[in-house]
């Protein structure tokens, strides 16, 4: 029977697919090769942060070293109180000794060297009594007792060579439960650790950078209040409770807590900046280089001049400088230190806050559409 004209005919049938060659495909059932497991071990964003924490490493092992392995005593601010024709006599040849280690004037009396050492304008002070065979050196074991005795033994040395005896008066002695003087550092690298470690978790738990302004005040304030927490915890800890650091609790927490919000907001900062790269960034700056040019182990006139030059500017050696002069020095000489941390927890705050704003979410319209 013939097909009519008008009816469709058959449609060829499609041409087979190819069989696949057994030969160029992976056999899912084989185990992977030991490069293909690398790779997926090993990202590149993987290495570059190795690479940073190894970088991290070395730094943090060559600024500590570096900084402490050979104290010497430099540019020391030092007075001296003597009858006008000995006191001249002496400055003079301080300020030729070698290697420059003090900064010698003279000074009108004992009562003023004492209240000089005090207000931290100098460190020590030699009070020369001509009628006798033995001279008083006046030092603060509070700001420092590495300093103290690396006083002693420079002006003991200078005085046995001229036969004369020396006798040692700390004016400003650290606490019994202070032994070694380094509480006041320790506290404040406290403070500064839980800064940074808050900020860094406020930024794993969303994301480095706020999605806008209302999320960066939020961290902010979050973090403010970690600061009075944290700030009130420390001076309690070091005070009342272990009775580590004599001083005001007032007062100390209210340093505290500039010094968490400061080191925390700098951070926050940081990372609106770097991404989770400014965490890196913010250990890189508090604690590879801001720990060993505190004034802790060694105050600064004993350590090398980048970390003395570099320490007064970052919040641990500010806080350091405050708490001690908090706790030994009746609160003298705080205001610069103190601007130095409020200028960080400003700048800190601002750079947030901005970046914050300029950050807008994507447009998810084309990818709802």
Same mark, same amino acid.
């Given at each position: ?60 092992? %060559?600024?500590? /070293? !570096?900084? +402490?392995?050979?104290?010497?005593? *430099? ?5 001296? =109180? #003597? @009858? ?67 006083? %002693?033994?420079? /002006? !003991?040395? +200078?005085?046995?060579?001229?036969? *004369? ?5 700390? =004016? #400003? @002695? ?87 919000? #400061? ?107």
């Amino acid at each position: 029977m013939t097909q009519p004209a008008d009816s469709p005919r058959p449609s060829p049938a499609p041409d087979p697919a190819p069989a696949p060659d057994p030969t160029s495909a992976p056999d899912p059932s084989s185990p992977p090769s030991f490069l293909d497991e690398l790779r997926d071990g090993v990202t590149p964003r993987a290495t570059l942060l190795v690479v940073g924490v190894l970088a991290l490493q070395l730094l943090f092992i %060559a600024s500590y /070293v !570096g900084a +402490l392995h050979h104290p010497k005593l *430099r540019d020391v601010p030092f007075g001296v =109180v #003597a @009858p006008r024709a000995a006191a001249e006599q002496t400055v003079t040849r301080l300020e030729r000794l070698p290697g420059e280690p003090l900064d010698p004037r003279t000074v009108a009396d004992a009562a003023a060297a004492r209240e000089r050492i005090l207000d931290r304008e100098i460190d020590g002070a030699l009070l020369i009594d001509p009628a006798r065979t033995t001279d008083t050196l006046l030092v603060a074991s509070g700001g420092g007792r590495s300093l103290a005795g690396a006083l %002693a033994a420079l /002006v !003991g040395t +200078l005085e046995q060579s001229e036969g *004369r005896a020396l006798r040692t008066v700390d =004016v #400003a @002695p650290a606490g019994l439960g202070d032994a070694n003087g380094l509480t006041s550092f320790y506290l404040v690298v406290g403070w500064c650790v839980g800064g940074y470690l808050c900020a860094s978790a406020l930024a794993m738990s969303a994301g480095a950078r706020p999605t806008n302004l209302r999320r960066g005040v939020i961290r902010l304030a979050a973090l403010a209040v970690f600061s009075v927490l944290g700030g009130l915890g420390g001076a309690v800890i070091a005070g009342p409770v272990l009775g580590a650091l004599p001083g005001s609790v007032a007062a100390l927490w209210g340093l505290g807590t500039l010094v968490v919000f #400061a080191v925390g907001a700098a951070t926050l900062a940081l990372q609106c900046v770097f991404g989770i790269a400014g965490i890196g960034v913010a250990v890189l700056l508090v604690v590879v280089a801001g720990n060993p040019s505190a004034g802790g182990a060694l105050p600064p006139p004993l350590l090398p001049p980048f970390w003395a030059a570099i320490g007064p500017a970052l919040p641990p050696g500010a806080g350091v400088w405050v708490a001690r002069s908090i706790a030994y020095f009746e609160g003298n000489d705080t205001t610069v230190p103190l601007l130095v941390l409020s200028a960080w927890a400003t700048a800190g705050a601002a750079i947030t806050l901005v970046m914050a704003a300029l950050r807008r979410k994507p447009d998810r319209r084309p990818a709802e559409a």
